[in-house]
C-alpha cells in the first residue's frame, strides 16, 4: 500500500536526522526512486503504489503522506525532481479538495477505493 510505505520512509527520514551522513538517506531516497517513478500522471499515486489506479483505485491519504515525505527529503538533498514530485501531488490535493455543503468535510479530499470505501473527512 502506498501511505504503508510511507511510514517506512517517515521512520528513514527521521533515522537521517538523528544519524545524518549514514546509510539511513541513501535507503530514503531508494524508496522515492520506486515511488517517482509510479507517480501518476495526475500527481496522484495508486493505493497499491506499483499497481493501476484504475483497477485498485487512488490513495489520497498516500498522496497527501509522499507529497510531505519527498518535500522532507528535497530539504535533505536539495534535489529539484524531489520538489516535483511535491508540486504534482499536492496540486492533485489541490484540485481533489471537498468543497460541498458539509462544512465539516471542507478542505477533505474525497476518496473512494476498493479497499478503504468512501471517505472525506
Given at each position: 500500500m502506498t501511505?504503508?510505505?510511507g511510514w517506512a520512509m517517515e521512520g528513514l527520514l527521521a533515522m537521517n536526522r538523528m544519524y545524518p551522513d549514514t546509510?539511513?538517506?541513501d535507503y530514503a531516497e531508494k524508496m522515492a526512486k520506486q515511488l517517482e517513478e509510479r507517480q501518476n500522471d495526475d500527481g496522484s499515486w495508486s493505493f497499491i503504489f506499483?499497481?493501476?489506479a484504475e483497477e485498485v483505485g487512488i490513495s489520497e491519504k498516500g498522496t497527501a503522506l509522499w507529497s510531505l515525505l519527498f518535500y522532507q527529503?528535497?530539504?535533505a538533498t536539495g534535489k529539484s525532481a524531489?520538489?516535483?514530485?511535491?508540486h504534482k501531488a499536492l496540486l492533485w490535493c489541490l484540485e481533489n479538495q471537498y468543497t460541498g455543503p458539509d462544512t465539516e468535510a471542507i478542505g477533505g479530499i474525497v476518496g473512494s477505493t476498493p479497499a478503504s470505501m468512501v471517505g472525506i473527512r
Open positions: 501511505r504503508g510505505l546509510i539511513y538517506l506499483d499497481e493501476d527529503l528535497y530539504e524531489y520538489l516535483q514530485a511535491v
